[in-house]
Nanobody
C-alpha cells in the first residue's frame, strides 16, 4: 500500500502560478507517477505523467505551462503550474502506478483560478 498526500492547491488569479506536491508514504522508486484533474461535471483527465525513468508527457492544454518532476529521495512528485487559466480550475489528484499491477490515488487538492 502507498498513501499519497497532495498539497499546494488554492485560489490564484489568472496568469498566476502554483506548485503542487504529492508525497508518498513509502518509496516511489519504480512507480510511474501522474497528475490528474477533475472539474465539476467533467470526467477525470490526465494532466501530466512522469515515468519511473523520468520521462514526462503532458496533455495538450497544459503543454508549455506545466512542468512535472519527481524527487525519489523525498518520495515526492511535483507539478509546477504557470500561466494558469480559469479552465485549469479542478480538483487535482496524484497517482502512483506500479507496472499496471497496483495503482494508488491521493485525496485531491482544489485549484481555483479566478479573479
Amino acid at each position: 500500500q502507498v498513501q499519497l498526500v497532495e498539497s499546494g492547491g488554492g485560489l490564484v488569479q489568472p496568469g498566476g502560478s502554483l506548485r503542487l506536491s504529492c508525497t508518498a508514504s513509502r518509496s516511489i522508486f519504480g512507480y510511474d507517477m501522474g497528475w490528474y484533474r477533475q472539474a465539476p461535471g467533467k470526467q477525470r483527465e490526465a494532466v501530466a505523467r512522469i515515468t519511473s525513468g523520468g520521462s514526462a508527457n503532458y496533455t495538450d492544454s497544459v503543454q508549455g505551462r506545466f512542468t512535472i518532476s519527481r524527487d525519489n529521495a523525498k518520495n515526492t512528485m511535483y507539478l509546477q503550474m504557470n500561466s494558469l487559466k480559469p479552465e485549469d480550475t479542478a480538483v487535482y489528484y496524484c497517482n502512483a502506478d506500479f507496472y499496471g499491477l497496483a495503482s494508488y490515488w491521493g485525496q485531491g487538492t482544489q485549484v481555483t483560478v479566478s479573479s
